[in-house]
């Protein structure tokens, strides 16, 4: 498991700069575990942060999410609804 964070780590951040030092080596991996814990959500963990899980101030994003994915979708479904499909009507009275 943890070859395949490191893995990801490689490809998504050390491979995009130059390490011409341990130091920079050293830097870029603080980085990037700073940023994996505090800034990028997580599918494993609903949503939430590692930092969130650990600490446990992030119980309400897994349901925030789940009302935003309901709440958009409904949007996008009475937006559909809304909408004239007159030029489906036109393709079809064309090929008649």
């Known amino acids: 498991m943890i ?4 893995r990801g780590r490689k490809h998504q951040w050390l491979d995009l700069n130059e390490l011409d030092s341990a130091a920079t080596v050293v830097k870029c991996v603080a980085f990037y575990v ?3 814990n505090t800034v ?3 599918s494993a963990f609903e949503g939430q ?3 969130e899980v650990y600490l446990e101030t992030g119980d309400a994003v897994p ?3 789940e009302n935003s994915r309901t709440t958009e979708a409904i949007s996008r ?3 559909d609804r809304a909408k004239s499909f007159q030029a489906c ?8």
């Open 34 to 36: 700073e940023q994996y």
């Open 63 to 65: 349901s925030r999410l």
């Open 49 to 51: 942060r590692p930092d």
């Open 3 to 6: 070859g395949s964070w490191w």
């Open 89 to 96: 009507d036109e393709v079809v009275k064309a090929e008649r």
């Open 77 to 79: 479904l009475d937006s």
């Open 40 to 42: 990028f959500p997580h």
